[in-house]
Structure formats: structure tokens, C-alpha cells
């Protein structure tokens, strides 16, 4: 049997940990339309889409099962939603109340470091009800999609933006439910297209990491993981 140095293990594991980690996304599932009046249903996964990895609640990372789901109406009003666990998933619902675009936003900061890296989950989609103008929204670092039922065959645009202005040079990864994925990079528009090969959902996932030093949770960190997924469906 080998022994190795305690540095060395400690070293190990805190790659091993920070890999598992930035494999790992947190994505909403939710269809795109609504109608107003009727209860909408939401669900919230963490895992690996594209080889479907859906992890129990109980071994999501660090404390990311404490997010908080927020639901901006059409009047700009935020509104935190209730949540209700399940195996491998968080549920929730949301009656609208009235006609434009709601945006069901996660931002969460995990409470643990990855070695030194601080890692930001977020997940963003949009909902439509109605015939509403639909526009990009003001979050920190999120996908941007048209909240609609694409066709199979369909070019489909997505814009990766942080703080509502375009995020270039940014790799965006596209994952089909049928294992299909594809890494692509924005453009100086934060857009990139694809074709829609095939039916089902797809996990859109963006990621950035920035030289960054400070303390979280009395603890030092010298970088900053940000990963947003956004989901879209094809018909």
C-alpha cells in the first residue's frame, strides 16, 4: 500500500471536489407559456444533463438545496415562491395573474469553497402569457431564450448577457435530453444559434471564471466559478 504527504491528499481532494463541482449545474424546468389563472408547475434539478445525472437532494453540493426561487411578474414585482422537495428535485407553482413575461430566477452563492474557488449557481427561464413584447431581463448572468415551443429543425438563437448587456467570448454549452451536447461561443452579441436536432428538452449551460480574492464564510478564496443554465423545449 503507498502513502502519500497529508498536503498531497488535501490537494487531491480539494481538485477532485472543485471538478465535481464545476461539472455539476442547476437547472429550471418549466413550460414556456402559461395561462393566466392556472396554477403553473416548476421544477428545479441539479446534476449532469447531459448524461443524465440527476442527483438525490441529499448529495446536491454544499448547501445549494437552501436557493431561493424568485418569480418576477410583469409589473416588477419579486416574489419568493414556496418549494416542496422531492427525491431528486424541488417543486414549485405559480398562478399568474395577469397578461406578459415572467422570469423565474436562482441565484446562489454555495457556502463552501471548491480548494479556493467560490462557486455561483444561477438558473433562469422566462414564461409567457399572452402576446407580450418579450425582452431581455436585468440579471446578474443568465441565458437569454424566446419563451416559446421551438419546432424540430428550428434555428434557435440564445444570448448569454450579465447584467443586462452581452457577454462575448463565452462558452455556452447545449445539451440535448437525448446525450447530445456541443460547446459553442458567443459572439460580440453574447449570441450563439444552433440547430434543433431533436425533440425533447434542452439544458443550456454558460460558465465564467474570474480572478477574484476575498472571504466567504471566514474562509479565503482567490477565484469565482459563475454557471447559469436556462432550459428551452422542441416539439
Partial sequence: MKYYPI??????CSLLFSLSASAHALWIESEPLATKGVAHEVKIFY??????EIESLEKWYSDVKAFKIILTTPSQKRIELSKEAHTDFFKSTFTPKEDGVYTLSIVHPAMDLGGT???EFSSAVLVKVGQPKVQTQNLPFYIHTEPKVFEEGQIIDAFVLQNGKPSPNTDLLVMSQEGWSKTLRTDDQGKVSFPAI????????ASLNKDESGQWHNKSYSKVWQGTTS???VQ
Wanted: proline share 0%; charged share 20%; hydrophobic share 40%.
Fill in 7 to 12: 498536503y498531497l491528499l488535501l490537494t487531491m
Fill in 47 to 52: 446534476g449532469e444533463y447531459a448524461t443524465h
Fill in 198 to 205: 431533436w425533440k425533447g428538452r434542452y439544458v443550456l449551460e
Fill in 117 to 119: 474557488t467560490k462557486y
Fill in 231 to 233: 432550459s428551452i423545449i
